[in-house]
């Protein structure tokens, strides 16, 4: 298991401890039996309900999008990564940028390939469009789940 995976995976077993502590918190407000109390308690038992939902969307989203890396990378189906980087060690955005019509054309010519919408999601992802990324790699996640079926 790789660094980026072990941190990641560490702020969520963090965040769930947190999430124990404000539901144990709550319990005791709500047991107070005063209504500002009541209240703040029911709110801070909806809020770990919302970031526990938060926390599992981003996991499951996190692990297809590795499963489907893997695939990729077994196939030998990446893109070749030799984009001059940032001191940061990020791709650099203005030259991502050149060679991102060459994966959205991929994409308009075979909408329905799951490869060709992961590869848009990594171009995204390398020019710093980490929403655009998102959406491309969810397709792409859709995709390859409807082929399996």
Not at 78 to 85: E, H, I, Q, T
Not at 97 to 116: C, G, M, N
Request: hydrophobic fraction near 50%; avoid cysteine.
């Amino acid at each position: 298991m790789n660094g980026a995976k072990l941190a990641g995976l560490g702020m969520a077993a963090l965040l769930l401890l947190y999430l124990l502590f404000i539901v144990q918190y709550a319990l005791v407000l709500i047991g107070v039996g005063e209504p500002v109390a009541i209240a703040m308690g029911v709110a801070l038992i909806v809020l770990p309900i919302v970031g526990g939902w938060a926390l599992a969307v981003e996991l499951i989203f996190a692990f297809r999008a590795e499963r489907l890396l893997k695939l990729l990378t077994t196939e030998g189906g990446l893109p070749v990564d030799d984009l001059p980087r940032l001191p940061s060690g990020r791709p650099d955005p203005a030259e991502a940028d050149k060679t991102f019509p060459i994966y959205q054309a991929a994409v308009e010519a075979d909408p329905d390939s799951w490869r060709d919408w992961f590869r848009l999601g990594l171009a995204y992802d390398a020019s710093g469009d980490r929403k655009r990324a998102r959406w491309a790699t969810r397709q792409a996640i859709r995709l390859e789940r409807a082929t399996r079926r």
